[in-house]
């Protein structure tokens, strides 16, 4: 499976922006997909992750109601829709995929990560 993180970008304070990971593979279908993100000096951290069928879905508490992960496994595509943006999201994110729902949050046990996309939130 191969990921590609796309959608990032430079938006004010209360802005939206649509993150999509695009996959490669047949069975990506069958896996848990997760948005982490990374701020300059700190360690990268989970956002939001959903389960394979897409009836299950999980965030941070920093971020939740204000995003969004979904996906259409017809596209082989998972999205982050990041609603009210603050400052505090400015990060890369990445996605990335494991195949078992328990470990959703646990980054050490994804097996495929896409390479990043930026977003800058600006005040």
């Known amino acids: 499976v191969q990921l590609q993180a796309s959608g990032g970008g430079l938006v004010q304070a209360g802005g939206s922006l649509r993150l999509s990971c695009a996959a490669s593979g047949r069975t990506f279908s069958t896996y848990t997909v997760g948005w982490f993100r990374q701020a300059p000096e700190s360690r990268r951290r989970f956002v939001a992750g959903?389960?394979?069928?897409?009836?299950?879905?999980t965030y941070t508490d920093s971020v939740e109601g204000r995003f969004t992960i979904f996906r259409d496994n017809t596209k082989n595509t998972v999205y982050l829709q990041m609603n009210s943006l603050k400052p505090e999201d400015t990060a890369v994110y990445y996605c990335?995929?494991?195949?078992?729902?328990?470990?959703?949050?646990?980054?050490?046990?994804?097996?495929?990560w896409g390479q990043g996309t930026q977003v800058t939130v600006s005040s």
């Open positions: 959903i389960d394979d069928g897409g009836g299950l879905t």
């Open positions: 990335a995929a494991v195949p078992l729902w328990r470990f959703v949050k646990v980054s050490s046990k994804y097996d495929y």
